[in-house]
C-alpha cells in the first residue's frame, strides 16, 4: 500500500516488529496471504459502506462470509458515527467490537468519510458537510481513522494481480492530493492496470444530498477519471444504491451498510437507463405514493435476521412521523417497485483476467442490479 510520496518497498524488506499485533485491523498483512493464496487473476471484492453501528450490520457481514466470501472488502466510509472529538475513541472502540471480527478474517480497506472526521455529541445523528467541521476535529479525526487501520495517510493505492485500487480523501481531492492521484491513474495506465476508485462522497446522485454539495457534473477529478479509463467509482455518504454512467465512466453509490435510507429528491436529474434504490420521496413528506407503481410488501428484517436487540421499541426507523418507503428502478430492465421495508445491501465484484462483473445483493438474498464493466 503506498500513499503520497511514497516509494515501493523491496521485496526483501521485513518489517522489525509484527504488526498484526501492534495494528490488527490493519488490512496489509492480510492482503499478504490473499497475495500467497491467489495466483491467478481471478478474485472477488465486496464494496459497501455508511454502517455507523447499525443493529442490522452483523446481518450483512453474515451474507458476506456465508454465501460470497470475497478476498477482500472496499468501504465507502461512514464506518463509525463519530470518529473524532471526545467521543471519538469510544466509536472506534465499538466499530472494532462490532466489526472487528470480520476484519481480521480478510482484508477491509478504508476510504474516510465525513463521519470518520466529525466529533459531535454521541447522540447526534446530524451529517455534518466539510465546511462544518472544525480544523481540529478533522485533523484529530484522520489520526484515528489512520490509526485504527494502520496507514501513513488517509489516501493511498494498493495494487493486486492485474488492478490498482486508489482510495481518495474526503470530500474530494486537490492539491497535493489531486496531484498525487494524476501520477498514481498515469502509472496504473503505463502498467496496463484494471483501475477502481473508491471514496465517500460521490460524484453523481438522485438522493438526499444537495447540488451544493454534489453537483452532478463533471469537475477536474471525473475529467481525470475519464482521460485514464478508469474501471469503476464506488463511493457512500448518500444513504442508498446508485448505478449511473457518465461519460464512459460507471459511477456507484454503495452506502446501505445500515444507515438510514435516505430519500431520492432528485430524481429529476436520473439518466433513463440509472438503477437506483433510495427512500420513496413521497412518502417521506407524508404525500401519497404514486400511482402505478406496485407496493410489494417485505417481512420485517428484524424478524428474517433475528437481531433486533431485545427491548428496542422500533425495529426500523421512519423518517419523522411518516412511514417512509423505499423506491426500487432499474432502467436497464425497466422494474420499478415500491417496498415497506427498509433493505441493507453491498456489491460484489468478480474479476476474472480482462472480465469483471458486478452485482448488488441485499440482506435479504436479492440480487438487485447487475452489470459487465469489462469483458
Known amino acids: 500500500m503506498l500513499a503520497a510520496g511514497e516509494e515501493k518497498p523491496k521485496k526483501d524488506d521485513k518489517p522489525d516488529v509484527d504488526m498484526d499485533q501492534i495494528s490488527p485491523f490493519d488490512p496489509q498483512p492480510l492482503m499478504r496471504k490473499v497475495e500467497e493464496r491467489i495466483r491467478t487473476d481471478k478474485y472477488r471484492f465486496a464494496v459497501l459502506g455508511d454502517t455507523k453501528h447499525a443493529t442490522q450490520f452483523p446481518a450483512l457481514i453474515k451474507l458476506l462470509e456465508e454465501d460470497y466470501a470475497p478476498d477482500f472488502v472496499l468501504t465507502t466510509g461512514d464506518m463509525v458515527q463519530s470518529g473524532a472529538g471526545k467521543v471519538g475513541p469510544g466509536y472506534w472502540e465499538k466499530l472494532a467490537i462490532d466489526t472487528g471480527s470480520a476484519m481480521q478474517k480478510r482484508p477491509w480497506w478504508p476510504a474516510i468519510g465525513n463521519h470518520e472526521v ?28 489512520k490509526r485504527f487501520y ?141 400511482e402505478g407503481v406496485p407496493v410489494v410488501e417485505l417481512e420485517p428484517l428484524s424478524k428474517r435476521t433475528a437481531i433486533t436487540p431485545p427491548g428496542a421499541k422500533r425495529e426500523i426507523p421512519d423518517i419523522g412521523r411518516h412511514k417512509q418507503y423505499y423506491l426500487y428502478h432499474s432502467g436497464v430492465t425497466g422494474v420499478t417497485r415500491i417496498t415497506d421495508q427498509v433493505d441493507l445491501f453491498t456489491l460484489i465484484v468478480d474479476v476474472d483476467g480482462p472480465s469483471v462483473k458486478l452485482k448488488c445483493v441485499s440482506v435479504r438474498g436479492e440480487t438487485f442490479d447487475e452489470m459487465i464493466l469489462a469483458k
Open 150 to 290: 494502520n496507514l501513513k495517510s488517509d489516501y493511498y493505492s494498493f495494487e493486486f494481480r492485474n488492478a490498482v485500487f486508489i482510495a481518495l480523501p474526503f470530500k474530494y481531492p486537490k492539491g497535493e492530493s489531486e496531484t498525487w492521484l494524476k501520477a498514481e491513474l498515469q502509472k496504473a495506465r503505463e502498467n496496463k492496470k484494471l483501475i477502481f476508485v473508491f471514496n465517500h462522497a460521490p460524484f453523481y446522485t438522485v438522493g438526499a444530498k444537495s447540488k451544493y454539495e454534489i453537483e452532478n457534473k463533471e469537475t477536474n477529478i471525473t475529467r481525470l477519471f475519464r482521460e485514464y479509463g478508469v474501471l469503476a467509482v464506488f463511493s457512500g455518504h448518500d444513504h442508498g444504491y446508485y448505478r449511473t454512467v457518465r461519460e464512459g465512466i460507471p459511477y456507484l453509490i454503495s452506502a446501505g451498510g445500515g444507515a438510514k435510507i435516505y430519500p431520492a429528491t432528485r430524481l429529476k436529474e436520473a439518466l433513463p437507463e440509472d438503477v437506483y434504490y433510495f427512500g420513496e420521496p413521497n412518502s417521506a413528506h407524508g404525500d401519497p405514493l404514486p
Open 118 to 145: 466529525a466529533g459531535g455529541p454521541i447522540t447526534s445523528l446530524r451529517d455534518l458537510d466539510d465546511e462544518d467541521l472544525p480544523k481540529h476535529n478533522q485533523a484529530a479525526g484522520t489520526e484515528n481513522f
